[in-house]
């Protein structure tokens, strides 16, 4: 049970901002005790229960409490904070006041007001924490974040943050933004220039992505028209799969990012827009807002719209690589032309880059139906890609409709689709896929040996799990070991997994945690 025996919260699946995040979380009732977690920072339980606890709550692997106190009561937290070993401390002051709340309260007001919240995040459950290479995989260790509101009983004249704590004053962190490009048209990528300037005393901890056009992780645009009325947000994840590194701005220092507006606004008209950027600071609270700036998008005729589109195409089947390519097609999903999807859906067996084709199906392209037969057509004939499996997720495909696709995706012809098809596999349960799964789970040289183990699991058969014991008792030390954890975690998990195994498939060994 995660925290707490008698966590009956209100426990929720969250779906956040994406449909395709997802997360666990509940409510900690106030007051009750915090038991010790098996990776935490040892004694981190033992602080967390003798302050005064107003609340808190967790999602997935990460928990968030909440408490009330004055100056000398957080300043004896602190400094029982940073002495707990391999847990990084960074505190974040802000203005204002902040109640108790949870992800998923109603009725903000109705919670009781916190001076000060702590954040125990593991690392690579948060786009805030990225796992740190060095650690190992099953350890991957915490961070420990503590945001400070000055507006109540705490007061900074009477602090006493240990010399060794990170302290980042989230008010001397400043935003501004500016768009660097003249002559825009509807259709082009709109840029947009971040720069974050630390004014403090203390360095900056950010993270770098190699592309944010990616990854826009912290980084917010959000786009008016004249009148006031908010342009509609793309519903896509704004996090890439490129792990990010930490980086350090020292004091009197800034750094700039560009960032594209058509990320975060539907731009589908002309207009004059009111822009507005955000950026989010390590520690859920903390967000600096810049002043807004006015970017104008000058109309394009059909015409000057069907040659802007066809000069793009043309661009991209002249290209002798795939450099440039996904860059091409960020510029063709602007258009949200619909002759680009023949294109689109070509890319999507040459690039892993998924963002382009997901902003267009779910944003810039209006015709559904059109996309889901295309994207059928194509499956048919070439098997599945990650990118089709979740779009057809989304569009409520049957498994009449999945089956052809599953099977052209586990042929023998067809390895660089095998592992989206073993995924399909998974969900779309069917007999008649166990012979091709059995073949690639012990197949060399693939990534998708897992995926089939999983799809073995999920279709059990009689062949499957004599299969499965083969693996076991082989020569490959890495198959062993991915069919052993797949078989373990089947077992263990309380969800629907161990449904499909029966106790006298594997010895105990593999049905006992680790």
């Known amino acids: 049970m995660k925290n707490l025996a008698s966590l009956l919260a209100l426990v929720f699946v969250l779906a956040w901002h994406t449909p ?46 909440y408490f009330s106190g004055d100056s000398e009561a ?35 007001a109705a919670q009781p007001e916190a001076d000060w919240m702590t954040c125990v995040l593991r690392r690579g459950w948060s786009y805030d924490e990225p796992l740190d290479p060095a650690a190992p995989k099953d350890k991957p260790g915490f961070a420990l974040i503590v945001n400070a509101w000055l507006g109540g009983q705490i007061h900074e004249d009477r602090l006493r943050i240990p010399v060794d704590v990170k302290t980042v004053f989230a008010s001397k962190i400043k935003l501004s933004i500016r768009c660097p490009a003249d002559n825009l048209k509807v259709g082009d990528r709109i840029p947009v220039d971040f720069t974050v300037a630390n004014e403090g005393k203390s360095e900056l901890d950010y993270l770098e992505y190699p592309d944010l056009a990616e990854n826009a992780n912290g980084f917010r645009l959000e786009a008016k028209g004249e009148e006031g009325t908010a342009l509609a947000s793309p519903d896509i994840d704004m996090h890439g799969d ?26 589908h008209a002309p207009g004059r827009l009111v822009v507005t950027g955000s950026y989010r ?48 097609m960020r510029q063709l999903t602007y258009t949200g032309d619909s002759r680009i999807l023949p294109a689109l859906i070509d890319s999507m067996y040459k690039t892993k880059t998924p963002f382009c084709r997901e902003l267009a199906f779910n944003a810039y392209l209006p015709d559904k139906a059109e996309i889901k037969q295309q994207v059928l057509a194509a499956a048919t004939k070439s098997g599945l890609t990650p990118g089709m499996s979740s779009f057809l997720w989304c569009s409520n495909i049957t498994a009449v409709e999945m089956y052809p696709l599953i099977d052209r995706s586990l042929a023998n012809d067809n390895p ?25 789970a012990g197949a060399p040289g693939t990534n998708a040996n897992e995926q089939a183990m999983w799809a073995l ?41 161990n449904l499909f195994l029966k106790p006298g498939d594997f010895p105990q060994e593999y049905q006992k945690e680790k």
């Open 416 to 440: 660089g689709c095998w592992e989206p098809g073993c995924r399909a596999a998974q969900t779309f349960r069917e007999k008649r896929f166990v012979p091709r799964l059995i073949a690639i």
């Open 281 to 328: 600071l390590r520690g859920q609270f903390a967000v600096v807002t810049s002043n807004p700036v006015t970017v104008t998008v000058q109309p394009r005729t059909p015409a000057e719209m069907t040659a802007y589109v066809d000069g793009l195409i043309a661009r991209l089947n002249a290209l002798k690589g795939e450099q440039g390519r996904d860059d091409l």
């Open 20 to 65: 395709s995040a997802f997360g666990l979380g509940a409510s900690f009732p106030p007051g009750a005790e915090i038991t010790q977690q098996r990776e935490w920072p040892e004694g981190l339980a033992d602080i967390l229960n003798k302050s005064d606890r107003v609340g808190g709550f967790f999602v997935n692997a990460n928990d968030y409490f």
């Open 457 to 497: 699991v999920r279709n059990r058969t009689d062949e499957g799990i004599a299969a499965l014991r083969r693996i076991l008792s082989g020569p490959d030390e890495r198959l062993k070991k991915l069919a052993a954890d797949v078989i373990r975690t089947a077992y263990r998990q309380p969800g629907e997994e």
């Open 74 to 108: 957080f300043n004896a937290f602190l400094e029982e904070m940073s002495k707990l070993k391999d847990a990084p401390l960074t505190v974040v002051l802000l203005e204002g006041r902040q109640r108790a709340t949870a992800p998923w309260d109603r009725d903000a």
């Open 242 to 267: 490129a792990p990010g590194r930490w980086m350090k701005l020292p004091p009197a220092k800034s750094f700039t990012k560009t960032l594209v507006l058509n990320r975060f606004a539907l731009l």
